[in-house]
């Protein structure tokens, strides 16, 4: 309840700077839109006409997948004897279920069902564990639209005239959480355009419609260059974006025309909650955590249907990243990695233990390896240094969008 209350007072004093800056001039022209710096962070706001038409420019079915930053070192391997990194005290800020209304309309293509391969744990060179999966069981996605599920999904936006995908997640009522490399050009100073998330996504259908997109706010240090990066543009601290819904209905904006009061919104956790640091057996010395990943690469199921991974992941001396098994690639950037996914149980006899917050988002996939088969991802991780100034900056913006 404190770190709610913290985040909301913080919110006003950036809503402050966010005027002051608009009084002064401090908004530059952009080519579609506007580009504000509020502190550490830059906000992109699309012009108006893209708010209502940028669906037009959008290839859904000839969309590329957003190239995977590739790391070049050799993996770290997991073992004892390195030093924990010290990530100060963890918050959260929780999630909500929603109601789960579907609207009339849900069809967006071809809706054509295969059969689903077999569920496996496998590990490759780097000998790291994980199992990948679909999260739909079956040939439908009844399982993709429950909550948690369907609070991720699908990322459309437009590299120039191309279309691209990654994924991403709702963490509050109309604020989406995405790799920052699907929302500008690392060290370019560039920000792309006309994002259009599909929550709970599954070849074509889109269960809760498209959810249009106002603004996107990155990290400054990213978008500059200047981040910490253990190699330049692919590694680097602050790999996260957020993006704010445009509201449904054609009137005043109300908190429940976005989109998080049907879908549901995970809650987003910062400087290692989640983690620990055992003082003994295979992770000793090590932050680690039970990493569920979420995303649509589309070397499984052509991109088209919600994949799940499970994996121990520990935080890595690569920029502090979070490093954990996975058969994911290009597509997924920017998909959840979640801490305590699911629902939690009525107990009897037992209690929760610590970090117990359900449907936690810790990070966001960030990078892979150039060799496949090494089959381990990283992400950076969330801190109080990006994902907190992040929200406010975009809540502090546009207060209704969040709760």
């Not at 050799?74 to 963890?90: I, K, R, T, V």
Request: aromatic share 10%; with cysteine; charged share 10%.
């Amino acid at each position: 309840m404190s770190a709610s209350i913290g985040n909301k007072v913080t919110r006003a004093v950036v809503m402050a700077v966010f005027l002051v800056g608009i009084a002064l001039g401090v908004a530059l022209a952009g080519q579609e839109g506007q580009v504000y710096q509020v502190g550490n962070v830059t906000g992109y706001k699309q012009a108006s006409q893209q708010d209502m038409e940028g669906a037009d420019t959008i290839d859904y079915e000839n969309a590329k997948p957003m190239p995977l930053p590739k790391a070049l070192s050799a993996p770290q391997p997991l073992q004892g004897g390195a030093a924990a990194m010290s990530l100060g005290a963890p918050g959260f800020h929780p999630g909500y279920r929603g109601d789960g209304t579907l609207p009339p309309s849900t069809a967006m293509g071809n809706e054509t069902e295969t059969p689903g391969p077999p569920i496996l744990q496998e590990y490759g060179t780097s000998e790291h564990p994980f199992t990948t999966s679909r999260v739909d069981l079956t040939t439908k996605n009844s399982e993709s639209k429950l909550y948690p599920y369907r609070a991720s999904g699908k990322l459309f936006f437009n590299i120039g005239s191309n279309t691209y995908v990654c994924s991403a997640t709702l963490i509050e009522p109309g604020v989406i959480v995405t790799a920052a490399h699907c929302v500008c050009d690392f060290n370019a100073h560039t920000f792309y355009s006309n994002w259009v998330f599909i929550p709970a996504y599954y070849n074509g259908k889109a269960p809760y419609k498209a959810v249009y997109t106002m603004a996107a706010w990155v990290m400054s240090s990213y978008l500059n260059g200047t981040d910490s990066c253990y190699q330049s543009g692919v590694i680097c601290t602050n790999d996260v974006a957020v993006l704010v819904a445009r509201p449904s209905g054609k009137f005043s904006a109300t908190n429940s025309k976005y989109p998080g009061y049907k879908i549901g919104w995970l809650g987003y956790g910062w400087d290692g909650y989640g983690f620990s640091t055992p003082s003994s057996g295979p992770g000793s010395g090590y932050s680690i955590a039970l990493i569920n990943q979420l995303g649509y690469p589309v070397s499984h199921d052509f991109g088209a249907m919600m994949q799940r991974t499970d994996s121990q992941g520990y935080v890595s001396t690569m920029s502090n990243n979070t490093v954990w098994g996975t058969r994911q690639t290009g597509g997924s950037s920017g998909g959840p990695e979640i801490v305590n996914l699911g629902m939690p149980p009525v107990l009897n006899g037992t209690g929760y233990g610590t970090n117990a917050d359900f449907n936690i988002v810790v990070g966001v996939t960030s990078w892979g390896y150039t060799d496949t088969a090494v089959k381990q991802q990283g992400a950076s991780a969330f801190t109080s240094g990006n994902i907190v100034p992040l929200v406010n900056a975009a809540c502090s913006g546009y207060p209704l969008a969040c709760d």
